[in-house]
């Protein structure tokens, strides 16, 4: 009886120790659930608000764009200096020719006494540098009895004289020029006044 007593006594210890163990696994189990879940959860990306998404995507579009103007804006800045670099080497290229000629005048003066070869030379540079004119479009700006036009001339003196009517260019001191309608220099010129 002792040996039954004993293996009852054992039974139940063993299974008490089996649901104690089964109870520790339960335990065990729904603590790794708890743990997963709340893992998942910080894995999980949080709900985006539809505004900031909004802000995000505005701000991106900022960025592209002031990027694309600093782009277009180094651009343009190197496009301006190459033109003007090749503007400049053209209105010099028109000028080189009557500079040559000016030397080869001084030369000729410093060699000879011919006045009327020296003359001749000097009116044949003057239609050199109006022709490079033309070429570049550069006008001379017709003040000579016209009527003072304060946007093309600059009047430096009047004069009187009872001829003419007021003010009306009776004397040009300085030619101007203009590029198509741009005025590069005024006429400096007299204007008539009969008070």
């Known amino acids: 009886m002792q040996d039954n007593e004993m293996k009852e006594k054992q039974a139940e ?76 080497a053209n209105v010099v290229g028109k000028f080189l020719k009557v500079l040559d000629n000016f030397e080869r005048a001084e030369a000729s003066v410093e060699k000879g006494d011919n006045v009327d070869a020296v003359v001749d030379g000097m009116k044949k540079i003057r239609r050199q540098f109006e022709d490079a004119f033309k070429d570049l479009k550069v006008e001379e700006i017709e003040a000579q009895n016209a009527k003072f036009d304060p946007n093309i001339h600059e009047a430096v003196m009047r004069g009187h004289n009872p001829e003419l009517d007021d003010e009306i260019v009776d004397m040009v001191f300085e030619k101007g020029y203009k590029l198509g309608d741009k005025v590069i220099r005024h006429s400096k010129v007299r204007v008539n006044t009969n008070e």
């Open 13 to 88: 210890q063993e299974a008490a120790e089996a649901k104690a163990a089964e109870q520790e696994t339960a335990e065990a189990a729904e603590a790794e659930k708890a743990e997963d879940a709340k893992n998942a959860e910080e894995v999980a990306e949080p709900e985006v608000d539809p505004k900031d998404a909004k802000i995000e995507e505005l701000q991106n579009r900022l960025l592209r764009l002031q990027a694309d103007f600093e782009n277009f804006r180094r651009r343009t800045n190197i496009e301006k200096e190459q033109l003007s670099t090749f503007v400049t």
